[in-house]
Nanobody, 125 residues
């Protein structure tokens, strides 16, 4: 399983970026794909994921309403559209593949088995 992340950059607060995660059709069809991020000095944080079975998307509360996950099957790519970016969104963003992405009580379960390389997102105030 190979994942290729891209699209990071520097943006002012309130701006937008779109991250891309390119993968094979097999990966997109049989794995849940998602994004996690890690800011300096912080633990890695789950951001969003999409289930391979029912294509349901899940978002962390910190990004809900601002970030949107979508996929383009023809381009074999998953996108994370990030709007209204805030300085606290600054982090290295990683796309990852997991066996599943689902809600269990109040938690979303997404345990990556494969990782793409990170892409830096910097939001200036």
């Amino acid at each position: 399983v190979q994942l290729q992340a891209s699209g990071g950059g520097l943006v002012q607060a309130g701006g937008s970026l779109r991250l891309s995660c390119a993968a094979s059709s097999y990966t997109l069809d049989y794995y849940a794909i998602g994004w996690l991020r890690q800011a300096p000095g912080n633990e890695r944080e789950w951001v969003s994921c999409i289930s391979s079975s029912d294509r349901v998307t899940y978002y962390a509360n910190s990004v809900k309403g601002r970030f949107t996950l979508s996929r383009n099957n023809a381009k074999k790519t998953l996108y994370l559209q990030m709007n209204d970016l805030k300085p606290e969104d600054t982090a290295v963003y990683y796309c990852a593949a997991a066996p599943a992405c689902f809600r269990s009580n109040s938690d979303v379960i997404f345990v990556p088995a494969y990782w793409g390389q990170g892409t830096q997102v910097t939001v200036s105030s």
